[in-house]
């Protein structure tokens, strides 16, 4: 059963992959949940057991599920526990849960296809015809009565690549090894100016994640290049406030309204 559904690409509702989650785990007396993490061609990737115990505690191994999820590169993740009780249906707690990993997945663009509950001889999915979560259409530049959506969208998917970015960070372990320090800085200008917020020259190169001496010197040629502008505080003046050059904020507009990365 196990050499029907690895490797080749599969459905939640595919009968062969029920057959084997109910054959392999229906039965057991403790709950399990096990993830199959699928790439973009919907193939499984992997079959891993993730915990013990009960689904309430799922909470707690979110970030190793969705970590996990960007160390095999899975575009998306099928969730599977079993209810040694005989009963399929979902309890409150499964379905809460469900709906959090949905959002978390959401954010991190790896689709929680389906949360399946299986018996020895019953299974229910939880998802099945409840309302998912839609990515926005991108939108293109225009007249001025589709800027504010593109705006809002823009900043939104720069959210989104911002958490990502910081997971990733975190997946490293060594901020020297992340790199694209420029690109951070450019985004945290981004996201900033699209909340309506001043960022000084030191907010600037916290934000790049290098030494200061050196983040000075690539504010400099950010700014060299004509990509960023430098402001002095009018209400004081040792204090200097770095913004996108307008081309650029335009051109990154552009960029994040079409969901890019």
Known sequence: MRSEVSGRAIAPWDPKLIQYLQTSMGALPLEVLRVLFLDSARR???????????????TIHARVIF????????AAIILVHNHPSGDPNPSRGDIDVTERLVAIGYALDVDLLEHIVVTSSDHQMILNRRARPRRRPSERLGDS???????????ENAHKIARRRLLRRQLVGADGLFGEPAWDILVDLFIHEGQGKSVSTG???????????????????????????READRDDGRRTYI?????????????FAAGEE
């Not at 499984?44 to 799922?58: R, S």
């Not at 009565?145 to 593109?150: D, P, S």
């Not at 934000?207 to 990509?227: E, F, T, Y």
């Not at 913004?243 to 960029?255: C, M, N």
């Open 44 to 58: 499984v990737i992997a079959d891993e057991q993730m915990q013990n115990g009960t689904i309430g505690q799922l």
């Open 67 to 74: 970590r996990r999820a960007l160390e095999l590169d899975a």
């Open 145 to 155: 009565a589709n800027q504010r959506v593109e705006a809002g969208l823009a900043l």
């Open 203 to 229: 907010s600037a190169c916290i934000a790049s994640g290098l030494p200061r001496s050196s983040a000075l010197r690539l504010l400099q040629k950010l700014c060299d290049a004509g990509l960023v502008v």
């Open 243 to 255: 913004r996108l050059a307008p081309d650029l904020a335009h051109r990154l507009t552009a960029y």
